[in-house]
């Protein structure tokens, strides 16, 4: 089964920048819809975005959309997340998965049950 690991995470002040990746132990990556969810202290995990198999569609949370951007590199295997303008709200454990094969763009892409496998998650922090 492929494997997800994320990095790029850290501690940031109120208006900063960050860029998540992960990576992917195969480059079969290109082979699905890929996506980013967070959790939050306290919280359940939360869809962020996500971005069709061959980077033609994106998909963003209300909360997200005009301030993180998602993308990726099929031929490294790798899916990034630049996050902007970062808000103290969207301190999370971050997370990278893959959609499950035969689920169609558009389906289901804010429901936690629709991606396997998922990486470790990687720990942002947003001071104030």
């Known amino acids: 089964q492929m494997q997800l690991v994320e990095s790029g995470g850290g501690l940031v002040q109120a208006g900063g920048s960050l860029r998540l990746s992960c990576a992917a132990s195969?480059?079969?990556?290109?082979?699905?819809?890929m996506g980013w969810f967070r959790q939050g202290p306290g919280n359940e995990r939360e869809f962020v975005a996500a971005i069709e198999r061959s980077a033609t569609f994106t998909y963003y949370a209300d909360s997200v959309r005009g301030r993180f951007t998602i993308s990726r590199d099929n031929a490294k295997g790798t899916l990034l997340l630049d996050m902007n303008s970062l808000k103290p709200e969207d301190t999370a454990v971050y997370y990278c998965a893959a959609v499950r094969g035969g689920i169609a763009w558009g389906t289901s892409l804010q429901q936690r049950d629709a991606y396997d496998p998922w990486g470790q998650g990687t720990q942002v922090t947003v001071s104030s």
């Open positions: 195969a480059r079969s990556i290109s082979r699905y819809h």
